[in-house]
């Protein structure tokens, strides 16, 4: 047995705030609140690791879904930044590698998925792997 959950109530402010910065399919309340006071993962299968409101449940920073073999093989590097060119907006977003292959918005916040920090930069659903790009160009679906 892990251990003892608690209840938190939050006001509807502070949940959709919470949720927006959640990885979709990815995060739970408890992990996401992890990830923002720089916290390791909970262990899976611990009391944290139970479906939420706010996604299935589904391991925190999936490697599937993350930058982190792209950083692991050299095609990218902490540090490195990334683009999104809105044309239709007429912006350009900026995202920085971090280390564990998460990608650091301008806000500080840091999301473990491509399609999250998109998400979070549009303010609704977006495919990260297909907007983000290297500087050079490179859209991240053609570096897997």
């Known amino acids: 047995m892990g251990e003892p959950s608690h209840?938190?109530?939050v006001d509807a402010e502070v949940f959709?705030?919470?949720?927006?910065?959640a990885e979709p399919?990815?995060?739970?309340?408890n992990s996401t609140l992890r990830r923002l006071l720089g916290l390791a993962p909970a262990p899976i299968g611990g009391?944290?690791?139970s479906p939420s409101p706010f996604n299935p449940p589904r391991s925190p920073r999936d490697p599937s879904h993350s930058l982190?073999?792209?950083?692991?093989?050299?095609r990218l590097h902490v540090g490195q930044r990334l683009v999104w060119h809105r044309r239709n907006l007429g912006r350009t977003h900026h995202v920085v590698?971090?280390?564990g292959g998460g990608l650091r918005l301008d806000d500080g916040t840091v999301h473990y998925t491509p399609s999250s920090a998109a998400t979070a930069l549009a303010g609704n659903q977006q495919n990260g792997w297909k907007v983000?790009?290297?500087e050079a160009g490179i859209f991240l679906k053609d570096l897997r």
């Open 132 to 134: 983000l790009a290297t």
């Open 25 to 29: 399919l990815v995060d739970t309340p």
């Open 16 to 21: 959709a705030k919470l949720q927006s910065l």
């Open 47 to 49: 009391p944290t690791s």
């Open 68 to 74: 982190a073999p792209l950083i692991e093989d050299g």
């Open 7 to 9: 209840t938190l109530h």
């Open 97 to 99: 590698v971090v280390e």
